[in-house]
């Protein structure tokens, strides 16, 4: 059975950090490109970061450059998300998500690109 399990969300105030994991399980890992998105109530879900299998391609939303970190550990099927300077607009719900790259790309930005899933964990930054 495939899993992704997130961790790591919390209340902070602004200009704080967390970061944010994701442990995935049933898969062979190093085989999925990675993604995090996030959603707040009343909003689609939007793209954050992602990363290929071996790590060595990232992209980002451009309201998160130089801001979060998207890394992956293959060894110990892990994915992270540091975020740093949180602003009251990374408010959220993050999810990870896995799918197996098909073609020439190594990372991917749509969500219907991804099968794979966690049940999120919350962002919330206060004023």
């Known amino acids: 059975q495939v899993q992704l399990v997130e961790s790591g969300g919390g209340l902070v105030q602004g200009g704080d950090s967390l970061r944010l994991s994701c442990a995935a399980s049933?898969?062979?890992?190093?085989?999925?490109?990675m993604g995090w998105f996030r959603q707040t109530p009343g909003k689609e879900r939007e793209f954050v970061a992602a990363?290929?299998?071996?790590?060595?391609?990232?992209y980002y939303r451009d309201s998160v450059k130089g801001r979060f970190t998207i890394s992956r550990d293959n060894a110990k099927n892990k994915v992270f998300l540091q975020v740093n300077s949180l602003k009251l607009e990374d408010t959220a719900v993050y999810y990870c998500?896995?799918?197996?790259?098909?073609?020439?790309?190594?990372?991917?930005?749509?969500?219907?690109?991804?099968?794979?899933w966690g049940q999120g964990t919350q962002v919330t930054v206060s004023s």
């Open positions: 990363i290929s299998r071996s790590g060595g391609i990232t």
């Open positions: 049933g898969l062979t890992f190093s085989l999925y490109a």
């Open positions: 998500a896995a799918t197996l790259p098909r073609g020439g790309a190594n990372v991917y930005i749509r969500g219907s690109d991804y099968n794979t």
